[in-house]
């Protein structure tokens, strides 16, 4: 059996609590790999002032090319449309019977698991690993597990809003990403920088 964390998000950009949540479960469960996958369409989520599918992935490329356990996962983005996760899951267990798949979510998501579409089915295909966050408490109704890990007080929405101010982003993400958002010009940017 192959244990396989999945990271989906929708990564607007990735920043540092999304790899080191992602490595630290990697350590806790002894999982072979974490995926960090971003959703094609996200289901809860408006995506005002964004990067495309294909620029999100690419970041979560270059954020993760220097992991030998962090891979990138184009499954939702190549499939294309709304992501269900419930869906996605079906579709990789078939692809990969002999995984066991552990989904990872911050504490964030762990409160609004309910809004998830078919999440009893879902509870039922994979293991959800919980990671806290700064702002949210350990409370829920489903059968998660917890994971101490450090707690991170950075989102994306903090990074759009520091590129959009022109403030500095250096140290809360990769600088290969910080790199490639510049050249871009995404999130308010200029792409003479
Ligand atoms: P935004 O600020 O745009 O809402 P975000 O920072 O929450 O984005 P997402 O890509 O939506 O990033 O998050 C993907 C997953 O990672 C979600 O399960 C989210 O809860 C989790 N996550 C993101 N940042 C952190 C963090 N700093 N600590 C713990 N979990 C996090």
Redesign the pocket.
Known sequence: MRKIGI??????P?????LI?ANEICDLFDLDEVRLM?TAI?PH?QLADTATAEQRLKMIELAVMDSDKLVSSAEEVNFGGVSYTVNTMQRLIEKEPDSEFYF??????VDSLHTWYRIDDLMEMVQFVG????GTERKTTYPIQYAN?P????????L?MKYAAGNTTAYLLPSAVDHYIRKEGLYGTSKDN
């Open positions: 990271l989906g998000g929708t990564f607007n990735p920043h540092i609590g999304h949540m971003p996200p989520k990872i979510i911050g504490g964030d998501m990671v806290g966050r700064p890990t707690l991170i007080d950075v989102s994306s929405t903090l759009r």
